[in-house]
């Protein structure tokens, strides 16, 4: 989350899909301004969890940078810019279900 904000990620979510599903415990989910900026952004959330002793399982995206996933094991870092968020609406797509946060949900 750190990484994020001192890039100026925009729009930052944090959704817990415990119980949802195996691929993570977390999923995050931020914008960027331009291609460029995903791809710092994506890059400073990798610099990071590097730091943090965490190695990613597989970056997805660097090179178009319009959508870059992180998959660091038990937490999955997207960073789109808005257009490509809004189309696939991943906050909505995880925030289904009887416990869903509504605060989740992507206006």
Do not use: C, N
């Not at 930052?12 to 195996?22: F, M, N, P």
């Not at 301004?33 to 597989?58: F, W």
């Not at 997207?78 to 797509?93: K, Q």
């Amino acid at each position: 989350m750190r990484a994020l904000e001192e890039l100026k990620a925009k729009d930052i979510v944090e959704l817990d899909v415990r119980g949802k599903t195996s691929i993570a415990d977390y999923i995050v989910v931020a914008g960027g301004t331009s291609s460029r900026h995903v791809k710092s952004v994506a890059d400073e959330v990798i610099k990071y969890a590097k730091k943090a002793g965490m190695q990613p399982l597989g970056v997805e995206g660097q090179r178009e940078g319009e959508w870059v996933l992180v998959d660091l094991g038990d937490i999955i870092v997207h960073v789109m810019l808005p257009r490509v968020r809004e189309f696939y609406g991943l906050e909505r797509l995880w925030s289904v279900g009887p416990d869903a946060d509504a605060e989740a949900a992507y206006a």
